[in-house]
């Protein structure tokens, strides 16, 4: 039976994953606490306080397990364990402990579309079912890296081929065997036993593949997104359900459609969320971003929910691909959209790529500029590390760190701060609706709840917007405005964002 209290309740059990921002940490590029020149785990568990004072709800740790690193760990080969260079098993338990005990909670990224060639089920005779190997390559699938290539190779072992959808020292899982499902989700207990409070998936649309392998067709791919995926999402999402309500899946999606990646997320059954990069791709102006926006939101509805993601450790950054004013009106944008704003690490400093000279590359895809070292102070390694580190620190880094903007109210890092102290001081921004408003050319203008109204001008020019009758009042802007502002001739300077309060007599 409806009782008020039931509606009360509901109000007040926004989960945890939907209140605030997650931030990612890539942990070798992260805080390095051995002075080997890598980031670790203890390195990020030194660093909570950063994550504090920033705002966020919760750190997304990128693989730390045991790995040859021929992708710098997503090529796992062992589920359940912690790699040297990052720390130990125990290292992992102290950082949970203490992010819980800070109120933050933690994401781990799950890999189970592929292992490591070195993942030794790969060479055990018993469990070469739980890959998909054939006398020969039964297809002409390709890698999905940019220098791809077939996505067969010969096992000099056995002598057959076997699939890999990235490098041939990652093989793909066959997850149309029940024992491979059963094996995985055994991995997934492992972290949550251990305290976890969710899940990044690795290419999660790869997880369901034609079982006839049959060729890629024009409209049609057989190599992924294959409808096998959902009852595998629900299997998953039961796991999880297993360790009560609040564990989160959020996965990764690249799809050639927005309705594609809906039905990861929409019914409510299989991811909480997905990362679309759809916004991430989309051209800087407000039409592109508008119809981005407004496309997801409808076709999530009630029972979805957004994840927001400008920014990670596959793409140049946000500030090198929109340059530094821009950077701040998306920073703006990400945490105002209705939904869960996800953070790159490093975009809260508004860094940019590092150039990469030839003889320093190591990532097989080009992904080196945005995976350099979060500069935390001036001088020598940054605050990164007392050692060399395994990727150039930012020429920039004496200028552009973490200490220096911690006391910059004009900085990148304020003005994250600002915005996330608002979203957390403001239920509209969190659960509130949001609603369009036609403000004008070049002006991205919405509200959320009835106070609340967001304008970004996406030109670098000055423009004039229209965001209805009456008075509003910063209460945060890219650059240093405050105090009120009218509402029907509002003047933006160039790239100027702003997340305005109407005033109570008019609204
Ligand atoms: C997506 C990850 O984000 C990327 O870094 C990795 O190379 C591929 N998946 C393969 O695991």
Not at 6 to 17: I, K, M
Not at 45 to 51: A, V
Not at 88 to 111: C, M, P, Q
Request: with cysteine; charged share 25%.
């Amino acid at each position: 039976m409806y009782r008020l209290a039931d509606a009360r309740a509901v109000a007040v059990t926004q989960p945890w994953w939907q209140r605030g921002a997650i931030y990612q940490i890539y942990p070798r590029s992260f805080a390095d606490s051995g002075g080997d020149g890598v980031g670790d785990l203890p390195g990020v568990l030194g660093k909570l306080d950063h994550l504090v004072d920033l705002g966020v709800q919760a750190l997304w740790l990128s693989p730390f397990y045991p790995s040859p690193m021929k992708d710098f760990g997503y090529d796992v080969a062992d589920y359940c364990g912690v790699d040297g260079l990052f720390g130990t098993l125990d290292d992992f338990d102290a950082l949970i402990a203490a992010a819980h005990a800070r109120g933050l909670k933690l994401v781990v990224d799950w890999v189970p579309n592929h292992t490591s060639d070195q993942h030794p089920w790969f060479s055990d005779p018993g469990r070469a079912h739980f890959y998909v190997r054939r006398e020969e390559p039964p297809n002409h699938w390709r890698t999905q890296f940019t220098h791809d290539g077939p996505a067969w190779s010969r096992d000099p072992g056995r002598g057959d081929v076997y699939l890999h959808s990235f490098l041939p020292a990652q093989p793909d899982l066959n997850w149309d065997e029940p024992e491979v499902r059963e094996a995985m989700h055994a991995t997934l207990r492992f972290w949550l036993d251990r305290g976890v409070d969710g899940f990044r998936i690795d290419v999660v649309y790869r997880l369901g593949k034609d079982p006839a392998l049959g060729e890629n067709e024009p409209g049609r791919r057989h190599d992924q997104d294959w409808p096998s995926i959902h009852p595998r999402l629900r299997a998953i999402r039961a796991v999880l359900e297993e360790f009560g309500e609040e564990k989160m899946a959020v996965g990764e999606i690249y799809l050639s459609t927005q309705s594609d990646i809906a039905r990861y997320v929409a019914g409510g059954q299989e991811l909480h969320m997905a990362h679309n990069f759809f916004l991430l791709e989309a051209q800087w102006s407000a039409a592109a971003y508008r119809e981005v926006i407004a496309e997801w939101l409808e076709l999530l509805g009630e029972r979805g929910w957004a994840a927001w993601c400008l920014g990670n450790h596959d793409h140049s950054r946000l500030a090198t691909r929109l340059g530094p004013a821009r950077a701040r009106a998306a920073a703006v944008l990400l945490v105002t959209l209705r939904g869960t704003p996800f953070i790159f690490q490093g975009d809260e400093l508004g860094l940019q790529d590092v150039p990469i000279p030839p003889d320093r590359v190591v990532d097989v895809d080009g992904r080196d500029p945005e995976r350099a070292p979060i500069p935390w102070t001036a001088g020598l390694g940054a605050g990164f590390t007392t050692g060399e580190p395994w990727l150039p620190i930012d020429p920039e880094a004496d200028r552009v760190n973490a200490a220096v903007q911690a006391d910059d109210p004009g900085s990148m890092l304020s003005l994250y701060r600002r915005l996330l102290g608002l979203r957390a001081a403001e239920p509209a921004l969190r659960e509130g609706p949001q609603g369009w408003l036609q403000a004008g050319e070049d002006v991205l203008a919405f509200s959320r709840g009835p106070e609340l109204l967001v304008a970004v001008n996406f030109a670098s020019e000055p423009r004039t917007a229209r965001l209805g009758n009456g008075h509003a009042e910063v209460l945060v802007a890219t650059g240093d405005r405050t105090g009120g502002v009218d509402l029907d001739a509002l003047s933006l300077a160039p790239d100027e964002a702003l997340v305005l309060r109407r005033d109570e007599r008019e609204r």
